[in-house]
């Protein structure tokens, strides 16, 4: 039986209506202090970020971890910070081959707790086009309206 704290606690789901995604991949994050506790409470934002490599290690940017709020205040807290991303140094090449041979974008799609430790899926992302994003739009509508013809007939 899955624990509270370990399901999906934070999802990007303007990355889904931005980009297709090509490939999905689990990795950890590097955190400090108490920022494992401002997720659990909520407080995580992946809106606007996106992941980058520096030096051979990719980093999530752009995420913003607020300052958990019964923790010390006599320290300094940046709340919106490179944050590097734990994976295996083959992970690391295919996606870096990735990104520079098929232009593909690397976006972090949700944010959840496995073992109590926190994972962030990192997705290979290739931008829609405004025409693909209203495809995907008119695709949805139309399967919501039959599963609700089929539910009004039984």
């Not at 995604?21 to 990795?27: F, P």
Request: with cysteine; proline share 3%; glycine share 8%.
């Amino acid at each position: 039986m899955s624990k509270p704290w370990d399901t999906p606690v934070i999802s990007n789901r303007k990355a889904y209506h931005d980009y297709e995604i090509v490939v999905e991949m689990e990795a950890g994050i590097v955190l400090e202090g108490s920022e494992a506790k401002s997720i659990r409470m909520g407080g995580f934002t992946l809106r606007d970020s996106y992941c980058d490599f520096r030096d051979g290690e990719l980093y999530l940017l752009g995420s913003n971890i607020p300052a958990y709020e019964k923790n010390s205040t006599h320290r300094t807290y940046v709340a919106v910070r490179p944050r590097k991303l734990l994976l295996h140094r083959q992970e690391l090449r295919k996606l870096q081959r990735a990104k520079v041979e098929k232009g593909l974008t690397i976006i972090p799609l949700k944010a959840y707790f496995v073992n109590g430790r926190v994972k962030i899926m990192i997705g290979m992302a290739r931008g829609k086009r405004q025409y693909d994003k209203r495809a995907s739009i008119k695709d949805r509508d139309i399967k919501r309206e039959l599963e609700r013809s089929g539910r009004h007939r039984s």
